[in-house]
T-cell receptor
Framework: EPEVTQTPSHQVTQMGQEVILRCVPI?????FYWYRQILGQKVEFLVS????????KSEIFDDQFSVERPDGSNFTLKIRSTKLEDSAMYFC?????????????FGAGTRLSVL | AQSVSQHNHHVILSEAASLELGCNYS??????LFWYVQYPGQHLQLLLK??????LVKGIKGFEAEFIKSKFSFNLRKPSVQWSDTAEYFC???????????FGAGTRLTVKP
């Protein structure tokens, strides 16, 4: 069964550093998403991406964040200058077009630890 | 504020017990509803979904959920849980024609053998 894959599984970084979290969505999916889950809190929507542009973003997704689809397979989340409060589990998801658009398939997540 | 509420933070059951996990949402309008499960160390997996039609939906692994529009609820049920059902369960809502999936806080289910 096709899966959404995320790398790395765990990223440790120093405060103020830039990080790039990588995702490979399911190959025939055209909608892509990032979510985060701070330890002990709920999963929160960050951004959705379709047709090479952001379609929706939450208030969490400020200027420190950016997303990119650099090639035909990867979907990345960049945090420019990490803060301690960015420590969280980051989940990538993808969904197909059409009636199944709202069925999102999630990756295993990248745990980001900002020191 | 629009939200998704899961009433139980942690549920502990013995094997063969029946399960019901509550989920309420506060969005008006047409919604798509989901239950996801996250086994320890694994990714979120879709258990079941409701888009329209029969409000009682059946998912994988013997789970089902009932959409009650008047109560803004979408409770998850299973008649007889197994030890392997130990996991975190998340209720989620998408407004129709939206991309912003809102999750509940999750319910941790522990099934004792």
């Amino acid at each position: 069964e096709p899966e959404v894959t995320q790398t790395p599984s765990h990223q440790v970084t120093q405060m103020g550093q830039e990080v790039i979290l990588r995702c490979v969505p399911i190959s025939n999916h055209l909608y892509f998403y990032w979510y985060r889950q701070i330890l002990g809190q709920k999963v929160e929507f960050l951004v959705s991406f379709y047709n090479n542009e952001i379609s929706e973003k939450s208030e969490i997704f400020d200027d420190q964040f950016s997303v990119e689809r650099p090639d035909g397979s990867n979907f990345t989340l960049k945090i420019r200058s990490t803060k301690l409060e960015d420590s969280a589990m980051y989940f990538c998801a993808s969904s197909p077009i059409g009636l199944a658009k709202n069925i999102q398939y999630f990756g295993a997540g990248t745990r980001l630890s900002v020191l | 504020a629009q939200s998704v509420s899961q009433h139980n933070h942690h549920v502990i059951l013995s094997e063969a017990a029946s399960l019901e996990l509550g989920c309420n949402y506060s969005y008006g309008g047409t919604v798509n509803l989901f239950w996801y499960v996250q086994y320890p160390g694994q990714h979120l997996q879709l258990l079941l979904k409701y888009f329209s039609g029969d409000p009682l939906v059946k998912g994988i692994k013997g789970f089902e959920a009932e959409f009650i529009k008047s109560k803004f609820s979408f409770n998850l049920r299973k008649p007889s849980v197994q030890w392997s059902d130990t996991a975190e369960y998340f209720c989620a809502v998408i407004l129709y024609n939206n991309n912003d999936m809102r999750f509940g806080a999750g319910t941790r289910l522990t099934v004792k053998p």
